[in-house]
Every structure is written in structure tokens, then in C-alpha cells.
T-cell receptor, first 109, second 113 residues
């Protein structure tokens, strides 16, 4: 059974700082996704990572995938308040897309 | 550009009542899925479909039924609502089982009293 674990589950950080969110998963998979959810809203896709060593960047966010370690990271560079949201990773295995519990990111001005 | 449309947006049910949450997509996506979101639990997969006529169970299927008679529609039926089914429900669609980047509807907030 596929399990997806994110940590930390809650992160409060100052603007301008860097930080990393981790996503570990329990069985082999070649597809991993990152989503963002604003309070009371739906989820929107941020990154699609399809192979070992894949790295994607969008603005201050960068995601990477290490399939051998079963680990993905979402790195935030020089955080700004607009990045405050909940971030989810999701892993695809046997046609099921399983989500982590999410990381609630709160960026203090 | 409608994308994924869920109805209703809000619903209050009494225990034991049944209802259907509607989900429709206009992107000709083969893959569709239903999730529930509860505080501290992330999103949990209820049922999914890799194409019309094919459905399968996810992580938490008990108390829910689905059908997929057309590519566009994927309704979720609550057979006999229970307070434990109070949640926010999200429908999502993806291009196919080989490309499962999900596009989500706006959600249905369901309260069972």
C-alpha cells in the first residue's frame, strides 16, 4: 500500500528566508505532483515530476525528484507573503493518485 | 473554459438521506477521481475511473458509489449519509491514466447532521 508522508505539516517562516518541504513515499513510482491550495479554495497544479533527477522551477519555488530515495523536495527561495498556502505532494501508483497530508506554509511579513 | 464543474457547492443532509454529487468535465479527459478533504487528513481518494464504463475503489470507498456512463460525467452517490461523511469533496480529471496531472473542481462542502 502506497503511503505518502510530508514534513513538516506546518511551517511558519519569515519573508526572505529559504526553506524546504519534504515528501517521502513508500513504493516505487515514476510520477510525482505538487499542488497548491489557498484557504477555502480548490487545488492547482504546480509541478509534474516524471523521472529520477527531474527538477522544475517556477519563480521562487523549485521541485526535485529522487526516485531511488523515494523523495521529492519543494524548495522555497526568499519567501514572500504571497506564497502562504497549503502545499500537497501526490504520487501515482497503479492508477491511484495518493496525496500527502499537506504542508501549511505561513510566511510572516 | 469550464474545466471541471461540481454541483452543488454546499449541501446539508440529514443522517440516512441519500444524494448525488455531480461532476462534469469538458476537457475530454479519460481519468476522473473523487477525493474527500478533512482537516489534518489531506485528500483521500474515494473512487476513480480510468475511462467510461470503468470504475475502481480508492482509499476510502465505503458508503459511496460511482458510475461512469460517459466520458464527461462522474457522479458520486452517498447511499445513506452519516455524520462521518461531513467533509469537502473534490472531483478531479486528468488526461489519462498515463498522464494523471489532476485538474480539480471547486469542491462541494457537505454537512451531515
Amino acid at each position: 500500500e502506497l503511503k505518502v508522508e510530508q514534513n513538516p505539516l506546518f511551517l511558519s517562516m519569515q519573508e526572505g528566508k529559504n526553506y524546504t518541504i519534504y515528501c517521502n513515499y513508500s513504493t516505487t513510482s515514476d510520477r510525482l505532483y505538487w499542488y497548491r491550495q489557498d484557504p477555502g479554495k480548490s487545488l492547482e497544479s504546480l509541478f509534474v515530476l516524471l523521472s529520477n533527477g527531474a527538477v522544475k522551477q517556477e519563480g521562487r519555488l523549485m521541485a526535485s525528484l529522487d526516485t531511488k530515495a523515494r523523495l521529492s523536495t519543494l524548495h522555497i527561495t526568499a519567501a514572500v507573503h504571497d506564497l502562504s498556502a497549503t502545499y500537497f505532494c501526490a504520487v501515482d501508483r497503479d492508477d491511484k493518485i495518493i496525496f500527502g497530508k499537506g504542508t501549511r506554509l505561513h510566511i510572516l511579513p | 473554459n469550464a474545466g471541471v464543474t461540481q454541483t452543488p457547492k454546499f449541501q446539508v443532509l440529514k443522517t440516512g438521506q441519500s444524494m448525488t454529487l455531480q461532476c462534469a468535465q469538458d476537457m475530454n479527459h479519460e481519468y476522473m477521481s473523487w477525493y474527500r478533504q478533512d482537516p489534518g487528513m489531506g485528500l483521500r481518494l474515494i473512487h476513480y475511473s480510468v475511462g467510461a464504463g470503468i470504475t475502481d475503489q480508492g482509499e476510502v470507498p465505503n458508503g459511496y458509489n460511482v458510475s461512469r456512463s460517459t466520458t464527461e460525467d462522474f457522479p458520486l452517490r452517498l447511499l445513506s449519509a452519516a455524520p462521518s461523511q461531513t467533509s469537502v469533496y473534490f472531483c478531479a480529471s486528468s488526461y489519462s491514466a498515463l498522464n494523471t496531472e489532476a485538474f480539480f473542481g471547486q469542491g462541494t462542502r457537505l454537512t451531515v447532521v
